[in-house]
């Protein structure tokens, strides 16, 4: 399946896909500063865009006034485990 299927850009797919697979291993969301590290961004501000475009593409859901509170809906997940050739 490629990810223009799905509405979203490459860089959008991966960062999904990080996002899982972080929430998955620990348990909880890993923080704007957590993710800014870990891909390499070098501001909060990339995450923040990225974060907010998947939730307007129905991918995440945001609990407001919560710390971590990013959640993978079941259409996020559906990208995130569909790899991408050459991702």
Do not use: C, W
Not at 27 to 44: A, D, F, H, I, R
């Amino acid at each position: 399946i490629a990810v223009k299927e799905f509405g979203i850009t490459p860089k959008q797919a991966k960062f999904l896909r990080f996002l899982a697979n972080f929430i998955d291993q620990n348990g909880y969301t890993p923080s704007y500063e957590e993710m800014k590290q870990v891909l390499n961004y070098k501001s909060k501000s990339r995450i923040h865009a990225f974060v907010h475009s998947l939730k307007n593409r129905g991918y995440l859901r945001l609990i407001p006034y919560l710390k971590r509170s990013i959640m993978i809906t079941p259409k996020g997940r559906k990208i995130s485990i569909t790899r991408v050739p050459g991702k």
